[in-house]
């Protein structure tokens, strides 16, 4: 009797799981959907994305590990950031790449939660760090510190950067908003269209907070370093303003590309949650969010192609620079141009100090000797 009444109370309960997952499989995501054609390209692009963010940031990685010059305090932002992007290709972009081959999502709704999440967690923990670096290069050019490389601080900006994502991300598994399904129904993320006050207050926290505060950030940080980097211009037009010239690129390429990545996602996000129902269809919401997917292969080629000290030991490597391997220069340092900012202390005025390549020509400000400090390094 006790058998029979425990068997068919099991019965009872995988019958009820199984309703659910099929409500869950069943239930509609949008009026509309992606067609077999749409579905193979999107598992072609996510396929990609997958494959060359995994790549690009392992060999950031295994730059890290073989280069002992490249283990600088700084540095540990972009360790921090690559180790975010490789854990969204391993945990994140091989479930929507799989459920994109499938044409639906394939791990009900803990699945969902969990994919929101992590996803969340780790975008928002490069996007903190990002503007964490930004602010570094500037303070770099303002902050003269006599001190030798100190670890301190980037390791607590690293485990601040952690601890942020957390606080924005967590609250939905708690009841505020919620994750789900969203696009073409082979992902999820937050759930922009629920129309609840939580759900809206939570959005509009989000927006403001992890992504419209850290772009403001950024472009502040990015235009005072641009404004520094002019003064020295002016002083010298030859070398300088070559330097000039890379730093702008260097710049303009790493907002640009922030920006390109998660603004379209954002503002397709406060479209569908404030504007009229349905009114971002699932072919529409697919592309932001592969923009947002796409910032784990670009941000690797960023640190890569324009950072002079990864660029040398990616090619000593890959062993494309035989003459640096000959010479035994693996650990060579990179070509720095030094930019400081003092104030005088009876004035508002400022005086540039700079020194270009290694230190064999000087050029400064009339400023009393005094008054002159040894300014710190700037690698590019």
């Given amino acids: ?61 295994l730059l890290f590990c073989k280069f002992k010059t490249l283990r600088t305090p700084v540095n540990m932002l972009l360790l921090n950031i690559s180790v975010s992007d490789m854990l969204v290709c391993v945990f994140g972009t091989t479930l929507s790449f799989a459920s994109s ?64 994502s957390l606080i924005w991300t967590v609250p939905p598994l708690l009841g505020w908003s919620s994750y789900g399904l969203e696009g073409a129904g082979t992902s999820c993320s937050v759930s922009w269209k629920v129309r609840t006050a939580q759900s809206h207050s939570y959005i509009i926290c989000l927006f403001i907070f992890c992504l419209g505060l850290p772009i403001l950030a950024m472009v502040y940080c990015y235009s005072r370093l641009l404004w520094a980097v002019k ?33 379209p996602y954002g503002v397709v996000a406060m479209m569908a949650t404030f504007g009229p129902p349905n009114i971002i269809s699932p072919v529409a919401s697919v592309v932001p969010s592969l923009l947002a997917k796409s910032s784990t292969v670009i941000n690797p080629l960023i640190y890569i192609l324009m950072n002079k000290q990864f660029y040398r030991c990616f090619l000593i490597l890959f062993h494309c620079n035989q003459r640096l391997l000959e010479n035994g220069h693996s650990s060579m340092p990179s070509k720095t141009t030094v930019i400081q900012l003092n104030r005088r202390v009876y004035t508002n005025t400022v005086a540039c100090t700079t020194q270009i390549s290694t230190g064999v020509i000087n050029q400064c400000c009339s400023t009393p000797a005094t008054q002159r400090t040894n300014p710190p390094e700037v690698n590019s």
């Fill in 1 to 61: 009797m006790n058998r029979r009444m425990f068997s068919g109370q099991a019965a009872l309960n995988y019958s009820f799981n199984v309703s659910d997952d099929r409500e869950w499989d069943d239930m509609p995501t949008d009026t509309e959907t992606l067609s077999p054609a749409g579905f193979v390209v999107l598992s072609v692009v996510l396929g990609l994305i997958m494959t060359f963010g995994f790549l690009n940031n392992f060999v950031v990685l």
């Fill in 231 to 263: 003064q020295v211009g002016k002083i010298r037009k030859t070398a300088a303003r070559r330097r000039e010239y890379h730093i702008l690129f260097m710049v303009l390429t790493t907002v640009v590309c922030y920006l390109l990545c998660w603004m």
């Fill in 101 to 164: 081959i499938r044409g639906k999502w394939l791990l009900g709704r803990l699945g969902c939660s969990w994919y929101g999440f992590i996803n969340s967690c780790f975008g928002i923990v490069s996007l903190i760090s990002l503007v964490i670096l930004s602010y570094d290069r500037y303070s770099t050019l303002t902050v003269y510190n006599k001190r030798g490389p100190d670890y301190r601080k980037p390791l607590l900006a690293v485990g601040g950067s952690w601890l942020y």
